[in-house]
């Protein structure tokens, strides 16, 4: 029993990468991308191919980071260079990545039999396999939470919030709608070609079909996170995304417990977004801030 939440933990830990790249395109950037789930697997076929070619995780990884980023790089550049709406744009790159993903592991799976050596020199905390990837998982996602809160506080992001906040403002201002959007949805996608990559080395093996409802999942993580914490401020917002990955994929391993059945995880999945929105919609006094966001 103790070992489904931790598991559960550790795969909330793992997707999120995922959840924080959603975070940054839906609430700073205020762009709706589905790009997402071509990154997702791009960046867990990408590190999963390199890894079984004995490059080194790290470098697989930041291998990864960089393909996301060149996903979200092409969606930007389609969205602002072409005039393509931003749902379509995301889905025309979203249906080339399923084919740039299958070319470049050359099978639908990849299999990685041994986990990362550098997870093996980790304390287990008494817990095993599980504790290791627990500790590592969370150093990552630490790291993740304080560039990103680092990031968001310097002028190129406070350029983006201004962006999403206010386009219109921000171009009086001199900030480049073109470049602060390109580039503000390239980092989004790299982190969650990070999750991508992290969820594959997890479980296991990568799959050409591994993205596919991870938009979902995201904004799952994004909105239970929000409900729970009701953050005021860019980096308790963070920690709130986090958090509500791990509630997130709690409550799918909550629903397995009950007996629900695997096939039946979509609508699951669906149930507890619909909850979770309309938990956000419940003024709680001292809690609730009609004024803004993050």
């Known amino acids: 029993m103790l070992s489904i939440w931790i598991g559960a933990f ?6 999120a990468g995922l959840a924080l790249g959603v975070y940054v395109t839906l609430r700073v950037l205020n762009f709706a991308d589905i790009t997402v789930d071509g990154s997702f697997a791009l960046g867990g076929g990408s590190a999963a191919l390199l890894i079984s070619r004995d490059v080194a995780p790290p470098l697989a990884l930041l291998a990864a980071v960089a393909l996301g980023a060149l996903a979200g790089a092409v969606t930007g550049l389609i ?17 080339g990545l399923y084919t740039v993903t299958l070319r470049l592991m050359g099978r639908s799976n990849i299999p990685l039999t041994d986990p990362p ?46 962006l999403g906040n206010n386009p219109v403002m921000a171009r ?11 580039v503000g949805i390239a980092a989004g996608n790299g982190l969650v070609a990070l999750a991508g990559a992290l969820v594959a080395l997890y479980n296991g093996f990568a799959d050409s079909a591994m993205g596919i409802g991870s938009l979902i999942l995201g904004l799952g993580a994004v909105i239970v ?8 401020s860019v980096p308790m917002a963070l920690l709130a ?30 149930l507890l977004l619909l909850a979770a929105l309309a938990l956000g919609r419940v003024r709680i006094p001292g809690l609730s801030d009609p004024g803004g966001r993050p």
């Open 79 to 95: 969205h602002t260079r072409l005039g393509v709406n931003d749902l379509f744009a995301g889905i025309l790159t979203t249906t």
């Open 241 to 270: 995304v986090v958090v509500g990955s791990v509630l997130f994929r709690a409550m799918i391993a909550l629903a397995l417990q009950l007996g629900m059945e695997p096939v039946d995880l979509k609508l699951a999945t669906a």
């Open 225 to 232: 996170g929000e409900s729970v914490l009701r953050p005021r």
């Open 172 to 182: 009086a201002n001199g900030i480049s709608t073109r470049r602060g959007l390109t």
């Open 10 to 15: 550790d795969q909330g830990l793992a997707y």
């Open 117 to 162: 050596l550098a997870i093996g020199h980790l304390p287990d905390l008494g817990l095993g396999p599980d504790g290791q990837w627990a500790l590592a998982l969370l150093l990552v996602v630490a790291g993740l939470i304080g560039f990103l809160a680092l990031m968001l506080a310097t002028d190129l992001g406070l350029a983006l919030r201004a």
